[in-house]
């Protein structure tokens, strides 16, 4: 089990054409009688949104397709795109995060964190050669620093669950804040792969864990527990690498404010590339360490949720864009509503970077999906034939667990049909 596999985790112009909310129906239509546009469309919406945007029109044709565009949803994780448009306004797509690493003459190795959202045991087996390169061939204790974060810091969403897409976040975490291992049938364990070495956390955890099989499971005691689990994870891959750890690992500490840098790691990922697998996998943790991050760099260490809002703010004024009130990054908390207006808005202003959305039918759509419980949202890009960067935003917005998982992969076929196919001989 590689970094991918953690990072797929489980999930929770013309006129306008209007349609009003009478006549819908939220039940399939007969499949041997096919309704017309739009009829066949609002048999599947129902109380649900649709709006097809061409932003390349004239102002006031824009609109190619309206329903409840004002109405206020439940967005999941489609919200993932305006915390990635947002972080690459401030951060940049070249941006890289950091890691410092200090060395006493006690031998005693700090580890400050500033919330790198892919520091995996491959990238931390990267920064453990650096040390050694650099001279590191013991250690005493272990410190780690993760006070760039808010101690304690629980997102809105997060609800405490062994699901790898309900990882809390911190400034040094490792592995998106999961344990990973394999349990025979007769209960014995052993690692997930030959990268990610057995903690002692995670073998208590397997001790636990009913059944057999390849896991992978959050750590949900606590964030300082997750904190520790980095530190145990450290020490077991120095050690592996031959980096002998005789003393104990610290969590909760503020390294000294005078320090001399042993070592500065800096991740082998630029954001655009970290953007483009959050997107693809629809990593909560990746994006909410963002999210948070971004507060911390424009406002100051220690990264809040209030810091993380107010640059979401100024992303919203700097763009002109209708403001979101976000409870998270990533749409795990159900405090956050958006509307379709405003997510096609943002969608405007990520039409450049649409490629790094994931895309199906051959480059024809790009699109990002949201998905819990009783939500499921869309929202993309369609591109028109013999139309080259001038594609038309699409927002489907489903909030009620009368929707089937379907639902919106049905009517993206229908806008498809309606907005982009050729026509059809006669017509």
């Known amino acids: 089990m590689g970094p991918e596999a953690l990072l797929a985790a489980p999930k929770k112009g013309g006129a306008v054409k209007s349609a009003k909310n009478s006549g819908s129906q939220s039940s399939g239509q007969n499949k041997s009688d096919p309704l017309p546009w739009p009829q066949n469309l609002l048999a599947l919406l129902g109380d649900g949104a649709v709006l097809v945007v061409d932003h390349h029109a004239p102002q006031g044709a824009r609109e190619l397709y309206a329903h409840n565009a004002e109405k206020f949803y439940v967005p999941a994780s489609i919200l993932k795109i305006v915390t990635a448009g947002a972080a690459l306004e401030f951060l940049g797509p070249e941006y890289r995060f950091k ?8 031998h005693d190795l700090w580890v400050v964190g500033y919330g790198d959202p892919y520091m995996v045991s491959e990238e931390l087996a990267r920064a453990i050669k650096a040390l050694q390169e650099r001279g590191l061939k013991q250690v005493r204790n272990i410190y780690i620093d993760a006070s760039y974060f808010e101690r304690g810091l629980i997102l809105d969403g997060n609800s405490q669950t062994r699901s790898p897409y309900d990882a809390y976040n911190g400034a040094f975490s490792v592995n998106f804040n999961t344990v990973s291992f394999k349990k025979n049938k007769k209960g014995a364990v052993s690692r997930a792969n030959d990268r ?44 592996e690498a031959g980096v002998p750890v005789s003393g104990q690992i610290f ?10 840098v042993f070592y500065r790691h800096v991740s082998s990922r630029p954001l655009e ?3 483009r697998d959050l997107l693809k996998y629809s990593n909560n943790f990746m994006t909410n360490q963002i999210f948070l991050a971004m507060g911390a760099e424009r406002f100051g260490a220690p990264a809040t949720l209030e810091k993380a809002q107010m640059v979401m703010s100024e992303y919203f004024t700097i763009k002109a864009l209708p403001p979101i009130v976000m409870g998270d990054g990533s749409g795990l908390s159900r405090q956050t509503t958006v509307t379709a207006r405003q997510m096609a808005e943002v969608l405007k202003e990520m039409e450049p970077e649409r490629f790094l959305f994931t895309s199906k039918d051959n480059g024809q759509v790009y699109f990002k999906t949201g998905t819990m419980s009783d939500i499921k949202t869309l929202a993309g890009y369609l591109e028109r034939p013999g139309e080259p960067g001038r594609p038309l935003s699409f927002v489907i917005l489903l909030n009620g667990a009368e929707y089937r998982n379907d639902a919106r992969d049905k009517i993206l076929d229908i806008l498809k049909a309606e907005f982009i196919s050729p026509p059809s001989a006669g017509e």
């Open 273 to 275: 590339e970290v953007l």
């Open 251 to 260: 969590a909760g500490h503020t390294a000294p404010e005078r320090r001399r």
């Open 196 to 239: 990610i070495p057995l903690t002692p956390f995670a073998q208590a955890l397997a001790a636990k864990t009913k059944g057999s099989g390849s896991f992978s499971l959050n750590i949900s005691e606590s964030p300082q527990a997750a904190e520790e689990h980095a530190g145990q994870l450290l020490k077991a891959q120095l050690e």
């Open 99 to 106: 890691t410092d690493f200090l060395l006493t003459k006690n």
